[in-house]
């Protein structure tokens, strides 16, 4: 059994591929999307591996219910939601057979935050603030579909549009602790 971590698949969206990540997703139709989108998750999950979704699963203002929970009930593994932005409601995840649909997780043992926007004082000012409370060694974000701009310090953006429209494994989690250790600074002067 693996953990692994991925955000802002938006489901739905048209315009994700249309218009605003045309260079990750080179896609004609949500269909194409759909079908990619299910298939890279679940070249990499297994069914008995668990998955952090850490928002924005979802992103259209009317969704098909049953399309929507029938694709989600497609992916591998067990699967939990961090509230993203754009996700409708916990309804259409719980019946898709999420566990749990929380704001943020905070792992105190490990020192991870895992919340959808990364903590700053123009985007995520609500998230910076739960920072700044818990000092993290590391927060797990999404949100930020930017796929050619370096990581924040001491984060990690697991948006798909960074992975090859794939899930992030724990081990890379790690990896990246290891290098965050080493980055400087206190979450009270991150802007």
């Not at 938006?10 to 298939?39: D, V």
């Not at 069914?47 to 009317?62: F, K, Q, S, Y």
């Not at 694709?71 to 019946?95: A, C, Q, Y």
Request: overall charge negative.
């Amino acid at each position: 059994m693996a953990l692994w971590l991925a955000s802002d698949h938006h489901f739905g969206h048209a315009n994700i591929f249309m218009k605003y990540c045309r260079k990750t997703r080179p896609f004609e139709t949500l269909e194409e999307m759909h079908t990619q989108l299910i298939a890279r998750w679940n070249e990499v999950v297994a069914p008995d591996d668990e998955v952090i979704v850490v928002g924005d699963m979802i992103a259209t203002r009317r969704p098909d219910r049953a399309l929507m929970v029938g694709m989600l009930s497609m992916l591998h593994g067990t699967k939990s939601l961090v509230r993203g932005n754009h996700d409708p409601g916990d309804s259409i995840f719980m019946e898709a057979g999420f566990t749990s649909c929380e704001d943020h997780i905070w792992m105190p043992k490990e020192r991870i935050l895992i919340i959808h926007k990364a903590p700053d004082i123009k985007y995520g000012a609500s998230e910076l603030r739960i920072a700044q409370s818990l000092q993290p060694e590391l927060v797990i974000h999404g949100h930020d579909h930017r796929h050619d701009v370096p990581e924040k310090p001491r984060c990690l953006n697991v948006c798909v549009d960074r992975w090859d429209l794939r899930p992030v494994s724990w081990a890379h989690v790690e990896t990246r602790m290891a290098a965050a250790a080493a980055e400087t600074g206190t979450w009270a002067a991150i802007s």
